[in-house]
C-alpha cells in the first residue's frame, strides 16, 4: 500500500529556512519519481520540484519551477525511503500547502500536506 506521511511545514520569517520530509511506505522511492508540489488558497496546485530514480544513473534526475531554483532542493535518503524539501530564502510567496507525490501504474498519490507559512 503506498503512502506517504509529510511533515516539516511551519510558521516562518521571510529569509528564513524549512527542510519538507515525505515518508514513503509501499514502494521504493529511489526506483520511482516522487515529486512536490504546493497549493496557495485560491490557486491551482503547482509542482515544484521532483526527483527521479536512480535506476539508470548514480545521481538521480532533479527538476525545479522556475519560482523557487536556486532556493530550494530536493533530495532523497535511500535508507529512510525518504525525499526531502530544503527550503531556503523563503518569500511571503511561497507560503501554500505542500504535498508530496508520487505515480504508481498510472494512479496519482498523495501525502496529507503540510502547511508553509512565511511571514513578511
Known amino acids: 500500500q503506498v503512502r506517504l506521511v509529510e511533515s516539516g511545514g511551519g510558521l516562518v520569517q521571510a529569509g528564513g529556512s524549512l527542510r519538507l520530509s515525505c515518508a514513503a511506505s509501499?514502494?521504493?522511492?529511489?526506483?520511482?519519481?516522487v515529486a512536490w508540489y504546493r497549493q496557495a488558497p485560491g490557486k491551482e496546485r503547482e509542482l515544484v520540484a521532483y526527483i527521479g530514480s536512480n535506476i539508470l544513473s548514480a545521481r538521480p534526475p532533479t527538476n525545479y519551477a522556475d519560482s523557487v531554483t536556486g532556493r530550494f532542493a530536493i533530495s532523497r535518503d535511500d535508507a529512510k525511503n525518504t525525499v526531502y524539501l530544503q527550503m531556503n530564502s523563503l518569500e511571503p510567496e511561497d507560503t501554500a500547502e505542500y504535498y508530496c507525490?508520487?505515480?504508481?501504474?498510472?494512479?496519482?498519490?498523495w501525502g496529507q500536506g503540510t502547511q508553509v507559512t512565511v511571514s513578511s
Open positions: 509501499g514502494f521504493i522511492a529511489r526506483r520511482s519519481t
Open positions: 507525490n508520487t505515480q504508481r501504474g498510472g494512479r496519482d498519490y
